[in-house]
């Protein structure tokens, strides 16, 4: 009731606001006029009367004021005449308020950017049905976690687990081909289990989704389920598409419903065209479904109600140990089956899904984040510092205020408002640099790797944004405003100037030297990421990727099994097709790709060669076509490449790569020595036989530019029975000029073998270095802005102060100090300055750089290079902004100077 | 700033009340109920206008007292307050509230060991 009543009176007092004023003045004159009657009929003279009555009463100002302030509508309309006094004085300062916007804007801006990937990478839960409930499943090894399973584990982990879970299972995002009433064309599809929809709580927009019925044991019902974009994409929304077939490798396949639009699965970043049963796939051999020999299968699960996510680990405890026994007694391995018996199964928190570019991009995030946010702090000094200066400049006006009875505190939210205003500028004009900024980062991000990513704000990123605002709000506003209102009114009416440089100064050097404390960092730390960078391009990958464009290719399939022979024939007729296009050098195929992670390992056994320890020697290989090493420009360095009388036929060779060499036979020469592939690990039987090397060739990188050396076997591809999965095509000019050409005629060779995919291979080598680009790039853009905000900060203290010493420097002119004393005397701050900030940030960044080192190839944390580079950075602001008020200092004319003493 | 030294001396919920109760005798004006609060006291409580009208104001907010405009003896317009219905009621509790505070506040202080 009280409060009701509260609010209706504070409501009425607003919209009455000037009778109620009335009336209080009113009031007020009469209890004034009383005190003097009193006063005056105890025989007191009228003029003494008045005078001790207002003592009594004190200032009628102030008791206005307390008055006023019991309603809660005088806080409001406080805040709005704060408000108002704020925007008049930032207007009156239009240099001020905008050099404070400007650096607000950038550093809110940059910091709504960075958070902007990072909710959209990092924060945002998956599309679908309370995804709290989610958990994630992986195995961890003794030597690294494998984020998928087996088909025969998963099934396990169905039916075991289902007390506390229910679990779906999805396959990575596959490159394939189908066919709708034309030649096969390229998309990306998911494997997933029955239940995976309904598990995931999404239901299609239109037709249905994939069912439990669809995927029994294996062979389950050809259907699938297109996502939005990719109905939009490839039909034009057509709703008459459900129903339709398609044919996948040569499998006829129905599509029986649209996913709801935004659904990309439950793995953000990547592109899903289909969803279809995972025992539906056609041609999958039957290993796949029995035993643990191959991995494939991400596992997602919904906890049961009321079962909690510690009860879901328990329980799933005992599920897993069976599945490790079973995996221990598939392998015949040693080695793996030690591994298994001591791997664990890691249940996590799963409302976010699984993202490989979460993976790969988390740290590099959180770094930037770091980054923009000192550098936010950077610009809030900054401010701080201008709005000290200002504070120095009012303080008569400041005195006055508290000379006539206006509270600390009033004052103090009064220096708040400006500094809430200019935040809000700084955060519009920030929210347009972030959008400009997010699609840049996107350009960066996804540039070279094929994602899709949404990292337009939501109510996160606009709460971030104010939350940031407001925080720089009272970092830069607070403690000026306190500072400014801590002043003797009577000193400084008496227009007393404040004893050498005022209050102002300690704060402001403490505010300088954080500022280049912080830049120091920064500057170190872009220096260690553009080194790093360097040193990742400096990497030779061993192949030339320039003027090489690479075509992915499925298996070849038909309604029969493709013989091996056919096989060989069609891979031959592609690149001869290729080959025959005006502006192509030549053309190669080979089994694993250029820096792709399908990579063929394999167990060997080495003539000459008896492995120490016992344990069987693997390798990696690759079945290539005769030109490969000299489309790829990989040198052969010792004996020969291959060459087409490498035939089925012939006796059986392999080309070694320079690590082999040396890993089995040490100094001694490999040509004419004998290796075997083994069927099995540890070595069965040799299917191939031993092959005769008859070439070395250099070493390259195979699966990513940071790998390690490597040992490779290549053998020839008519000599084993590996598809071939990449064309490799160089060109003699700009291979954009002929890309089209090649994948048209690539495509119409033969149906039975699909182009799914076309890239230059330099972007293959960039896509791997897009995190490195990514923060070596922007660490530099905001190293250098920090840099500069320091620099801004440096010359205005420096400037600052010089004009505070004036007097000073006048007399030491005066006693015959000469222009290069001056200069000294003010350079000397500078120095200081800088020394101190230096001082304590080198050590500030080193110990930082630890945290980094994960994030950096072949530089240590305290690179002398990128340590030096930004010292002398430093020293170049620092001196520029020294020197400019040292100059104007020794122009100073000590008459002048004195007389204004 | 520095007037209100004395009245500080009384507490804020304090004030309220002793209006409350001087407003209980008669309806007073701002002026009087100061003098009539140093009265009753005998000089112990001395309430300036700084501290006095918030104290008013709030009263009225919350609807324990009522203002009137009337003349003065001295033929002045004045607000006088008048206790509400609810002032009355509130100061009646606030007084039996107070008297039980004080009362235990009383025995503690005259508390000795023989007495535990």
Known sequence: MALLRRVIGGLKAMFRSDRAEQELDEELRGYLEASIDVRTRAGVGREEAVRAARIEVGSIEAAKDHTRDVGWETSVENMWRDMRYAARTLRKSPTFTAVAVVTLALGIGANTAIFSAVNAIMLRQLPVERPEELVSLAAAFPNGVDPVFSYAAYRKIVADGSPFIDAAAASTVRRDAIAIDGPPEPVDLKWVSGNYFSTLGVSAALGRTVQTSDDPSPPGEPVAVLSDAYWTRRFGRDATVVGRSFLLRATSFTIVGIAPRGFFGESAGETVDLWMPMSA??????????????????????????????????????????????????????????????????????????????????????????????????ACANIANLMLARAATRRRETAVCLAIGAGRLRLVRQGMAEALLLAALGALGGMVLAMW????????????????????????????????????????????????????????????????????????????????????????????????????????????????????????????????????????????????????????ASFSGVLSSGMWGNAITVEGFIPRDGVTPRTFANSVTPTYFDVMRIAVLRGRGFTIDDRETASRVAVVNEAFAERFFGDADPIGKRVGLCSSDPCGSLPNGMMEIVGVTEDAKYSNLREEKRSMLYVPFTQVAQNLNEIQVRTVGDPAAVAATIYRELAGVDRRVAIVGMMHARDRVDASLVAERMIAKLSAVFGLLALTLAGVGLYGLVAYMTTQRRGEIGIRMALGAGRRDVRRLVLRDTVMLVAVGAGLGIPAALAGARLLSKLLYQVGPSDPAAVSLSIGALACVAIVAGYLPARRATQVDPANALRAE | MAADSRSSDIVQGTLQMLILKTLALEPLHG?????????????????????LFPALRRLERDGLITGDWRVTENNRRAKYYVLTPQGRAQLKRETRDWEAQTAAIARILKASLGEL
Not at chain 1, 287 to 316: E, M, N, Y
Not at chain 1, 536 to 543: E, V, Y
């Open chain 1, 281 to 378: 796939q056609p041609g999958a051999p039957s290993w796949l479904w029995k035993g643990h020999s191959t991995t494939w299968l991400g596992i997602l699960a919904r906890r049961r109600p009321d079962i909690g996510l510690s009860q879901v680990r328990a329980g799933l405890e005992p599920v897993y140990a069976r599945i490790r026994e079973e995996i221990a007694a598939d392998t015949e391995s040693p080695e793996f089956r030690r591994s298994a018996l001591q791997s664990r199964l890691v249940v996590d928190e799963g409302s976010h899904g699984s993202s490989r570019l979460r993976d790969n991009l988390s740290a590099p995030l959180l770094v930037l984040m770091a980054i923009v946010g000192l550098v936010l702090v950077v």
């Open chain 2, 31 to 51: 002026y009087g109920i100061g003098v009539r609060l140093e009265q009753i006291s005998r000089g112990a409580f001395r309430v300036n206008a700084g501290s």
């Open chain 1, 437 to 588: 900024g997010t699609s840049v980062l996107t350009t960066l991000i996804s540039g070279a790797l094929p994602i899709s990513l949404d990292i337009s704000p939501d109510t996160r990123v606009l709460a971030f944004a104010v939350l940031t605002s407001c925080a720089t709000a009272i970092l830069f506003g607070l403690l000026p405003a306190l500072r400014a209102t801590r002043i003797d009114p009577l000193g400084a009416l008496k227009g007393g100037r404040p004893e050498h440089g005022g209050a102002r100064i300690p704060l402001g050097r403490t505010l300088v030297v954080t500022q280049i404390v912080v830049s120091t960092v920064l500057l170190i730390a872009a220096g260690l990421f553009v080194r790093s960078l360097g040193k990742l391009k400096d990497i030779d990958p061993g192949f030339d990727p320039d003027r090489v464009l690479i075509f992915r290719m499925t298996p070849p399939v038909a309604q029969q099994p493709v013989s091996v022979e056919i096989r060989r024939g069609l891979y031959r007729q592609l690149l001869e097709r290729a080959e025959s296009i005006p502006g192509v050098e030549g053309a190669s």
